[in-house]
């Protein structure tokens, strides 16, 4: 599996995965650490996986998310992958007039 760790403060997360046909995921900014990492924006940068999967993704998530004792913001957050969930179940809602 190849991967990448991007970081994500004006799209490049994003903006990467949609030119190359590839899959990112942008993790809130207290799920990873940034240490020893590069911020563009401190309060606003987030790092993620960039993979050729939605699977492989998720498998970098889990490998990387979480405290790694360096970056004290980060939070002890559970991260659950189900690749057996049946997405066609979901509802979506959304707000009418924010559209």
Do not use: Q
């Amino acid at each position: 599996m190849a991967f990448s760790i991007g970081s994500e403060t004006l799209g490049s997360i994003s903006v990467a995965v949609n030119a190359m046909r590839l899959h990112g995921f942008c993790a809130p900014r207290l799920d990873l650490s940034h240490e020893p990492g590069l911020w563009l924006v401190l309060d606003d940068d987030k790092l993620g996986p960039i993979c050729r999967t939605v699977e492989d993704c998720a498998l970098v998530l889990d490998a990387i998310h979480g405290p790694d004792g360096h970056d004290r913001t980060v939070h002890d957050a559970a991260f659950n992958w189900d690749a057996g969930l049946d997405w066609k179940s979901f509802r979506v809602g959304y707000l009418k007039n924010r559209f």
